[in-house]
């Protein structure tokens, strides 16, 4: 199960470059979010998959999953969720202002 | 804290107080309220003079930084106090020439003082000093106060390019001579020039030695002009005359002919440094020599002079160290008079330019112009400065009876003892020396000769002269009537320099050739019979007045041409092309495009990481600890990267949306089978309200622009991105494969109900065990918030004028 994680990590991980080195900033905007995904996998696969039951104590179980990597997670869900509607927010008010969402427009001056 | 250091110290203080006191006596020329300071200290080290005659060196020392080993140490021996002697004797005299030079309703003379008086105090404390670290601070404060003074008519040009050139070249030669200073340190372990020269004998063999010599005298050739670092003199001629007559005549550029003089006890006896010292010395007497005759600038003229007087100088301190090699034999004397040369000539040189370069400035100062071609016939209309110019240029040119000329013989003697040296292959090379000697003084005699005869003799040129020109005020005139008296006094009676300047001195720079309590004894006489030295002169006077009439005749004075031209070219030249280079380096890669920009990070991120990986064997593949698969998981994986990849390849920004959504809600799906419910469900509503930001965003894409098309494939990203891909998946391979250790979560696991009284452990990790991360993650949703409020509410600025879509 680990090693098809990888790959997907991988793969998540390898478009979500891709869409951000593109020009449009919708785009790189999605490209971040699947960065997200994939680096929360990440860190879920590295503590080891399925040896266990969910983390509630009141399952009975004889073992549960490492619980400190979904605390990590989630933490980590919630500050990139904070930080994404900003970037949309600051994207949408860049369209409003300056009328374009292609990046390679959104240059300083030539002397800068 | 001494008297010493009291000395160095009181030019700083006036420099701060001059402008205070300038401002309440506005009547009086701020130069009267400067004058007493050196005048009062040339009489002090007047008075020292018999202390050091019998052999003792004042020394004090303040503690400033004993942790770095850095203290104040003000030392003075018989080097020490010939230059302080010169720094303030011809301070004084220029002082009183820059009276009656500078305007007082025209010139801005506060300025003036503050970095004359700076220069003067920093001058003395590189002479006093026995710090290295102190001196290298009073050297550099040289170069700060003579760009400032360079400078001092700012509103010129060429002052600032003058200016700007000195600094940048002996900026230059002050950081290699630091580091050259660094080295002895490492080799010593003491910035103290006694002490390192008393370990002389022990770091001689060592690597960092000829290193360290080296980067010294690189700071020792820019400070005094020495070829090719010579260019920035010709140039520095645009400060006044009394700068000129005082920086770049008989003090700042002496300083690395101090500098070599004071560590000669160091370096001395080794070949490289006698063929450096000596060998750029003679480049540069006769480069500079042979270029001052081309000249028709009279201050240019005497520009090239100093380099090559200096060029002398240098070569004879370079021939004066053969003698420690010889230490304690015989013939060690023989050779020592070379240094006796040297300093002589140092004494001298500064007597004669300082004399020039005034008598110069009154020739500017009366007629409006420096320039040999619209001068002339001033012999009648100003008697003194003529009589000046002609004891000046004669005692340059080494005729007798001037001091010049006693120099000049002692120089021929030296160059001719180089013959009899039987080292460092000069059996072969030592005929060179006086020929080259000799050549030099053939041309010194011409531009000599040329800058009295085409200044003072000939017809008066009075339609191309911007003023009727007539004699100097009197206070003008006495500075260089006191320097011309002292280069025929010296020239008369030498011995009344030997006694008590010249041989303390050459102790200080020769300390190993005496004996406890000896003394050397110079003897320089005006006249020392039939020696070959004598012929020489004659032959110098015989072909440089040939070479004269032969110059004048071919009018090679009326073509205006600068000598030197070529290495200002290659200066200007790699300053132009230094600055384009970096201009063009910056522009290629800093594009402001934030793709490249993301492109460089990414590319380094993989090349770094993955050569990490591959150099700490960090790349395993261990499936033994891994999960089975079951089929429904598969699946789960193929759908959420099937469209994960097919986000770049959708064709609208709708289908990219909802695709992203997708593998949102997938990611779900796997926080759900990895027994993580708290996750699927923050996840699981994150995910809906990013999609619906998405849409928000979709919904208010402008008009025109909107993008249907399909994004066109680049391979090059592709790659990159592939890359970065790779090397995670590796680093998640790895990981994977067997832990180093065993995690800590079986300390949640049990302690969680007994410790904190919850059963969802996960949520007891957040706000109990590690509730600051919950709680600073909080501050962020909050800071985001707020953030996003302020986005949309602030709007300080008008909007843009929106750019017409472009095509």
């Known amino acids: ?112 | 804290m001494s008297l010493l250091h009291v000395a160095i110290i009181v030019p700083f203080l006036w420099a701060v107080l001059t402008p205070l006191l300038s401002g309440l006596l506005r009547r009086a020329h701020t130069g009267w309220l400067v004058l007493p300071v050196p005048a009062v200290l040339f009489v002090w080290f007047l008075l020292r003079i018999p202390e050091i005659t019998q052999g003792k060196a004042l020394r004090s020392s303040v503690e400033w930084m004993p942790s770095l080993g850095i203290d104040f140490t003000a030392c003075m021996d018989g080097l020490g106090l010939l230059f302080a002697l010169l720094i303030t004797g011809i301070g004084t005299l220029v002082v009183l020439y820059s009276i009656f030079y500078l305007d007082k309703s025209k010139e801005s003379l506060r300025h003036f003082y503050v970095y004359l008086l700076l220069f003067m105090g920093a001058m003395l404390g590189v002479v006093l000093s026995d710090n290295l670290m102190v001196l290298y601070g009073f050297w550099e404060l040289t170069s700060v106060s003579s760009f400032l003074l360079i400078a001092f008519w700012h509103t010129r040009d060429k002052s600032r390019y003058g200016a700007q050139k000195s600094l940048l070249i002996t900026v230059f030669g002050g950081l290699a001579m630091f580091a050259g200073f660094l080295l002895l340190y490492a080799m010593t372990g003491t910035f103290s020039i006694r002490e390192t020269i008393a370990q002389a004998h022990d770091i001689a063999g060592q690597t960092l030695f000829v290193p360290a010599m080296l980067l010294i005298l690189l700071g020792a050739f820019t400070k005094s002009a020495q070829f090719p670092f010579h260019i920035w003199l010709p140039d520095a001629m645009e400060a006044p005359t009394p700068v000129s007559a005082y920086l770049h005549s008989a003090t700042m550029v002496k300083a690395g002919i101090y500098l070599v003089a004071r560590l000669s006890p160091v370096f001395a006896g080794q070949a490289e440094w006698f063929w450096i010292v000596s060998g750029f010395g003679l480049a540069t007497l006769v480069y500079g020599s042979a270029t001052a005759i081309r000249q028709t600038d009279l201050k240019a003229m005497l520009a090239y002079s100093t380099i090559s007087q200096l060029g002398l100088v240098m070569s004879l301190l370079g021939l004066g160290s053969a003698s420690a090699f010889f230490a304690g034999a015989g013939d060690s004397l023989l050779y020592a008079k070379a240094t006796a040369a040297a300093v002589f000539h140092l004494i001298n040189h500064a007597v004669f330019k300082g004399a020039l370069f005034m008598a110069v400035g009154i020739v500017d100062h009366e007629t409006g112009t420096r320039d040999l071609r619209r001068l002339g016939g001033l012999m009648r209309l100003m008697p003194i400065t003529f009589t000046v110019a002609l004891i000046g240029t004669f005692s340059m040119a080494g005729l007798p009876p001037f001091s010049g000329f006693l120099s000049k013989e002692m120089f021929f003697t030296a160059m001719l003892n180089v013959q009899r040296l039987d080292l460092w292959s000069l059996r072969s090379w030592g005929v060179v020396f006086p020929a080259v000697a000799w050549a030099a003084s053939v041309f010194t005699f011409v531009y000599s000769m040329i800058v009295l005869l085409r200044t003072f003799a000939g017809k008066l040129q009075s339609d191309k002269l911007g003023r009727k020109p007539h004699e100097a005020p009197l206070g003008m005139l006495i500075p260089p009537v006191v320097l011309a008296s002292c280069a025929v006094v010296f020239g008369l009676f030498p011995n009344l320099l030997t006694y008590s300047l010249l041989e303390p001195a050459m102790a200080a720079i020769l300390p190993d050739l005496l004996a406890q309590g000896e003394r050397f004894h110079v003897s320089i006489r005006l006249w020392h019979g039939w020696t070959p030295e004598v012929f020489m002169t004659i032959g110098v006077v015989l072909a440089g007045a040939a070479l004269y009439k032969l110059y004048g005749r071919l009018n090679v004075l009326q073509r205006p041409k600068t000598g030197g031209l070529w290495l200002n070219r290659l200066y200007d030249g790699g300053l132009g092309a230094a600055e384009t280079f970096a201009y063009r380096l910056t522009a290629r890669y800093m594009t402001g495009s934030v793709r490249h920009y993301l492109i460089y990070i990414f590319v380094f991120f993989g090349v770094a990481l993955g050569a990490a990986l591959l150099l700490s064997n960090g790349i395993r593949f261990d499936t033994s600890r891994y999960a089975p698969v079951s089929f429904y998981e598969a699946a789960a994986a193929l759908f959420m990267t099937a469209a994960a990849v097919a986000v770049p390849f959708a064709n609208s920004r709708l289908t990219a949306i909802i695709l992203t959504g997708a593998v949102g809600y997938m990611v779900t799906l796997f926080f759900i089978l990895f027994r993580a419910p708290d996750l699927a469900l923050t996840q699981i509503i994150v995910e809906t309200v990013s999609v619906a930001l998405f849409l928000l965003c979709f919904y208010h894409l402008p008009k025109w622009k909107k993008e249907t098309a399909r994004p066109r494939f680049k391979l090059f990203n592709f790659l990159v991105a592939a890359g970065a891909g790779a090397i995670v998946t590796l680093i998640a391979l790895g990981a994977s494969s067997g832990g180093a250790f065993e995690s800590i979560s079986h300390y949640y696991v049990e302690e969680s109900y007994r410790l904190a009284g919850g059963k969802n452990i996960v949520n007891v990790i957040l706000v109990d065990f590690r509730g600051f991360d919950t709680m600073l993650e909080i501050t962020v949703l909050g800071i985001a918030s707020l953030g996003i409020y302020a986005l949309v509410k602030l709007r300080l600025d008008p909007p843009l004028p929106r750019k017409p879509a472009e095509a």
């Open chain 1, 1 to 112: 199960m680990e090693g098809l994680m990888s790959l997907c990590i991988g793969i998540l991980f390898a478009v979500g470059v891709y869409l951000i080195l593109s020009k449009s900033l919708l785009r790189i905007i999605l490209g971040t979010s699947l960065l997200t995904h994939s680096v929360h996998l990440l860190l879920m696969t590295m503590a080891g998959l399925k040896t266990g039951a969910a983390p509630l104590l009141g399952e009975k179980a004889k073992a549960v999953v490492d619980p400190l990597p979904q605390a990590l997670i989630l933490t980590s869900i919630v500050i990139s969720f904070g930080v994404t509607a900003f970037f949309f927010v600051l994207a949408y008010r860049a369209y409003q202002t300056l009328g374009t969402d292609d990046v390679e427009e959104l240059r300083g001056d030539e002397d800068e």
